[in-house]
């Protein structure tokens, strides 16, 4: 489980003056970075909303033991990237936190939930970003729910969290 150096830290400092900035509180968006330290802005739907809430729901009943926060930022390579929801153990919770906020430790889990904006090759490039930082598995929600989980390959289901409500494979 690999800790984020050096491009990350520098992201992390530039994060933290980004929270600090009155103009950017209460924007409407998820916000990211990339590598040069420029604003993403992506807009929340309703319907995104709702996913994200049915994951962490379900994350929360069937990984009990970890936690499942929506909009997590973590500092990486590639700037601050915000998976809709992660899910980390109690160790990697502890871990994560002492590497400061946001974390340039990943989650064991991260999720994207999908909308018509994205495109495959964005996704591949996330999951691979995720995985290279540490993310045991990345999952993408479709638009109409379906789940898929990946390693380095796909999964037909995770191995982390082992439900059926986590077997559907469907969608992008």
Same mark, same amino acid.
């Given at each position: 489980?690999?800790?984020?150096q050096?491009?990350a830290?520098e992201h992390?400092? +530039?994060w933290?003056r980004l929270?600090? $900035?009155p @103009?950017?509180?209460?924007?409407?968006y998820? %916000? !990211?970075?990339?590598r040069?330290?420029?604003?993403?802005l992506t807009?929340?739907s309703?319907?995104?909303s709702?996913?994200m809430?049915?994951?962490m729901?379900?994350?929360?009943?069937?990984a009990?033991?970890?936690?499942a926060?929506p909009?997590?930022?973590?500092?990486?390579?590639?700037?601050?990237k915000?998976?809709?929801v992660?899910?980390y153990?109690?160790e990697?919770? +502890?871990?994560?936190?002492?590497?400061? $906020?946001p @974390?340039?430790l990943?989650?064991?889990?991260c %999720? !994207?939930?999908?909308?018509?904006?994205?495109?495959?090759?964005?996704?591949?490039a996330?999951?691979?970003?995720?995985?290279?930082?540490?993310a045991e598995?990345?999952?993408?929600?479709?638009e109409?729910?379906?789940?898929?989980?990946?390693?380095?390959?796909?999964?037909?289901q995770s191995?982390?969290?082992?439900?059926?409500?986590?077997?559907?494979?469907?969608?992008p």
């Open positions: 489980m690999p800790s984020i050096d491009p830290t992390q400092k +530039r933290e929270c600090r $900035d @103009s950017l509180i209460d924007l409407p998820k %916000v !990211e970075t990339n040069q330290g420029q604003l993403i807009p929340l309703v319907s995104r709702r996913r809430s049915e994951i729901r379900a994350l929360d009943e069937h009990p033991d970890g936690s926060p909009l997590y930022a973590l500092a990486t390579p590639d700037g601050v915000v998976p809709d992660v899910w153990s109690p990697r919770g +502890r871990r994560m936190r002492a590497t400061g $906020d @974390s340039t990943v989650p064991e889990i %999720v !994207e939930v999908l909308s018509e904006s994205n495109t495959e090759a964005e996704m591949q996330k999951r691979r970003l995720y995985r290279e930082v540490g598995e990345v999952w993408g929600v479709g109409e729910g379906g789940i898929r989980f990946f390693r380095d390959d796909e999964l037909e191995d982390i969290v082992h439900a059926a409500h986590f077997c559907t494979k469907s969608g």
